[in-house]
Nanobody, 121 residues
Framework: QVQLVESGGGLVQAGGSLRLSCAASGRTFSTICMGWFRQAPGKEREFVGAISWSGDMTSYADSVKGRFTISRDNAKKTMYLQMNRLKAEDTAVYYC??????????????WGQGTQVTVSS
């Protein structure tokens, strides 16, 4: 089992930055792939990005590529999502997720409770 807790969400103006954190506990953190997803009001949850257990492989949705960066610190059991040049359309609840798979952009077994990000235009 893996327990995930997100933090760092909030209200920011368009063009600004935020950094989300995801703290993990339970199963050995360094052996799991981690990802970020988001869900805007009235829309389905969508993939944002993922990072392999070693950190040497990442993947991003086209909508955030070049603006968002995922990283992880296995010693701290924490994953991060640095979000720059935020746009109004980035407004959503952001979820942290984990999977025992080596790498995935869609299949995750463990989920956090979500953190709200609101970008004002």
């Amino acid at each position: 089992q893996v327990q995930l807790v997100e933090s760092g969400g909030g209200l920011v103006q368009a063009g600004g930055s935020l950094r989300l954190s995801c703290a993990a506990s339970g199963r050995t953190f360094s052996t799991i792939c981690m990802g970020w997803f988001r869900q805007a009001p009235g829309k389905e949850r969508e993939f944002v990005g993922a990072i392999s257990w070693s950190g040497d492989m990442t993947s991003y949705a086209d909508s955030v590529k070049g603006r968002f960066t995922i990283s992880r610190d296995n010693a701290k059991k924490t994953m991060y999502l640095q979000m720059n040049r935020l746009k109004a359309e980035d407004t959503a609840v952001y979820y942290c997720a984990a999977t025992a798979r080596w790498f995935s952009t869609s299949e995750y077994e463990y989920w956090g409770q979500g953190t709200q990000v609101t970008v004002s235009s």
